[in-house]
């Protein structure tokens, strides 16, 4: 089970951690990002462990509690870039087929943006809300999907209100590709911001799904709104008149 970086913290220690002094240009926000990022464990861990970012933790732990990147499994990453999460499920369903007498999965990333190749899974350039997004999806997959996750954040606008409203769309535009793709049985998990419009997703959710859930891994930021909704136990795609009737 993927854990959070050990505190390496005592009595008599010397304060380790790394200032950086403002430089001309660059804002206050800046600097402080920099400097967060520099003493991020979790950064740190990142480049030992050959993750392409922090944000690989997350799914880590999400997979850890719930348990849906087996072998076999077939995913879907959503807004995917710069790739740490495809590159944990490529391990996790066993999409390399390294572990000979486990079922092999395949990983899908697709994003606006081109990305660079990683073993084991397949990436295309895509706006998943674009017709036909679902059909061209299944189509390389071979079929349906066990997965579809994202950790997609809109562009930040600086008013909290704002991007919280716009990650919620984002979000539900997320759900609905799933609603097209999963196979029975499956799972969705999307990044979401705290912060009281999410409760129209929820109920969303909670039509097509067995359990929602809602859980902020240790990967994290505690500053950070931040959570993920964890739906398991797609009940499969209703027809429209059902749509038309919620």
């Not at 480049?47 to 392409?52: F, L, N, Q, S, V």
């Not at 954040?153 to 919280?164: I, R």
Request: overall charge positive.
């Amino acid at each position: 089970m993927a854990k959070g970086p050990k505190n390496s913290s005592g009595r008599g220690q010397r304060d380790l951690k790394v200032k950086v002094k403002s430089a001309r240009g660059r804002k206050l926000s800046s600097t402080l990002w920099l400097q967060r990022q520099l003493n991020d464990p979790y950064v740190k861990r990142a480049k030992a462990d050959g993750y392409r970012g922090r944000a690989a933790y997350k799914i880590l732990e999400i997979d850890d509690k719930y348990r849906f990147l087996v072998p076999g499994a077939r995913v879907v990453d959503l807004g995917a870039a710069p790739g740490g999460w495809c590159q944990v499920a490529v391990k996790r369903v066993n999409a390399l087929g390294s572990r000979t007498s486990k079922a092999v999965g395949t990983v899908l990333g697709v994003d606006l943006q081109e990305m660079d190749p990683i073993a084991g899974a397949e990436l295309h350039q895509l706006d998943f809300m674009e017709d036909g997004a679902d059909d061209k999806v299944k189509a390389w997959l071979g079929g349906n999907a066990d997965v579809v996750m994202s950790d997609m954040a809109a562009s930040a606008s600086g008013h909290k209100q704002t991007d919280h409203l716009r990650i919620i769309a984002l979000c539900e535009a997320a759900a609905y590709l799933a609603f097209d793709v999963l196979d029975e049985g499956g799972t969705f998990v999307a990044k979401v911001l705290a912060g009281g419009a999410e409760g129209s997703l929820q109920q969303i959710l909670k039509q097509r799904f067995d359990k929602v859930a809602n859980f902020k891994p240790p990967a994290s930021r505690s500053d950070s709104s931040e959570k993920f909704v964890v739906a398991t136990g797609f009940r499969g795609r209703r027809d429209v008149s059902e749509e038309r009737e919620d």
